[in-house]
């Protein structure tokens, strides 16, 4: 069955550096778009980098020049490098795969950042 795992979150205090990781198996990983998202205590989930298949991104104006998305198709992975990190960063961050047919979306990663 098609499995994301995020892994990479922690407390980091202001201004600080993670990466995340999404690690996808049971599906043709090169092939499709991959997305994070994240969700802040009492917020809807909103989504925060999308990159392409074929690399191409966007980012949600909050997070532009701060994160960088990109992928390892020859590890089935997506990546998220977070920069400059403030408190209002701080939330659960997932990635999502989405296909025509189905969506699959990893358990969760928790990011906070506070000194």
């Known amino acids: 069955q098609v499995q994301l795992v995020e892994s990479g979150g922690g407390l980091v205090q202001p201004v600080g550096s993670l990466r995340l990781s999404c690690s996808v198996s049971?599906?043709?990983?090169?092939?499709?778009?991959m997305d994070w998202f994240r969700q802040a205590p009492g917020r809807q989930r909103e989504l925060v980098a999308t990159?392409?298949?074929?690399?191409?991104?966007n980012y949600a104006e909050s997070v532009k020049g701060r994160f960088t998305i990109s992928r390892d198709n020859a590890n089935n992975m997506a990546l998220l490098q977070m920069n400059s990190l403030q408190p209002e960063d701080t939330a659960v961050y997932y990635c999502?795969?989405?296909?025509?047919?189905?969506?699959?979306w990893g358990q969760g990663t928790q990011v906070t950042v506070s000194s």
């Open positions: 049971g599906i043709i990983f090169r092939t499709n778009a």
């Open positions: 990159i392409s298949s074929g690399g191409s991104t």
């Open positions: 999502r795969l989405a296909t025509v047919l189905y969506t699959y």
